[in-house]
T-cell receptor
Framework: NAGVTQTPKFQVLKTGQSMTLQCAQD?????MYWYRQDPGMGLRLIYY???????DKGEVPNGYNVSRLNKREFSLRLESAAPSQTSVYFC??????????????FGPGTRLTVL | AQSVTQPDIHITVSEGASLELRCNYS??????LFWYVQSPGQGLQLLLK??????LVQGIKGFEAEFKRSQSSFNLRKPSVHWSDAAEYFC?????????????FGKGTHLIIQP
């Protein structure tokens, strides 16, 4: 049981390049999330998927797209990377929407640098 | 909109001393509240959570937190810190009350342990 896994762990891009960050969970969770973490800013929600087949914008969605490929996988795509997207990206998952005991479990993060 | 404030960016505590990390929230209804810890280079790990009921919540690693509605606070405490507690601590509030729409995080408190 690996929990939440993310690939790659590190990535360096040039401005304008595209890439996809991959996230997978093996806990049979329904909901998945993408956050970014910037110094002094805490974590901010980019997009989330409450259940397979649905996605919604979070606090800072501009410049990103997501795909909920299946129940296990939730990818984050940068179509044209900008230096402002230099950050650490965390994927998380939780069991069930609306459950009072729901808890989010986080992956180890992807450190992205855009030059 | 919900917000979470962690007034202390850095806190330094001697090993063996007690600890209290402050968290204040702004939320219209009864919030779902969380404390996460992030060790250097790692993802986030849930310490404890509050949904309802007893306002004093016990978590892992000897941490506890007390929900005080009158003060809109959810402070984290530990009676005696260990050097391994040095980390970044984040308070968070659930966006929707059900856990599925993502969390709003505070900016974090960096805990330094003095020998």
């Amino acid at each position: 049981n690996a929990g939440v896994t993310q690939t790659p762990k590190f990535q360096v891009l040039k401005t304008g390049q595209s890439m996809t960050l991959q996230c997978a969970q093996d806990m049979n969770h329904n909901s998945m999330y993408w956050y970014r973490q910037d110094p002094g800013m805490g974590l901010r929600l980019i997009y989330y998927s409450a259940s397979e087949g649905t996605t919604d914008k979070g606090e800072v969605p501009n410049g990103y797209n997501v795909s909920r490929l299946n129940k296990r996988e939730f990818s984050l795509r940068l179509e044209s990377a900008a230096p402002s997207q230099t950050s650490v990206y965390f994927c998380a998952s939780s069991e069930q929407r609306g459950a009072s005991t729901d808890t989010q479990y986080f992956g180890p993060g992807t450190r992205l640098t855009v030059l | 909109a919900q917000s979470v404030t962690q007034p202390d960016i850095h806190i330094t505590v001697s090993e063996g001393a007690s600890l209290e990390l402050r968290c204040n929230y702004s939320y219209g209804a009864t919030p779902y509240l969380f404390w996460y810890v992030q060790s250097p280079g790692q993802g986030l790990q849930l310490l404890l959570k509050y949904f309802s009921g007893d306002t004093l919540v016990q978590g892992i690693k000897g941490f506890e937190a007390e929900f005080k509605r009158s003060q809109s606070s959810f402070n984290l405490r530990k009676p005696s810190v260990h050097w391994s507690d040095a980390a970044e601590y984040f308070c968070a509030v659930d966006r929707s009350g059900g856990g599925a729409d993502g969390l709003t995080f505070g900016k974090g408190t960096h805990l330094i342990i003095q020998p």
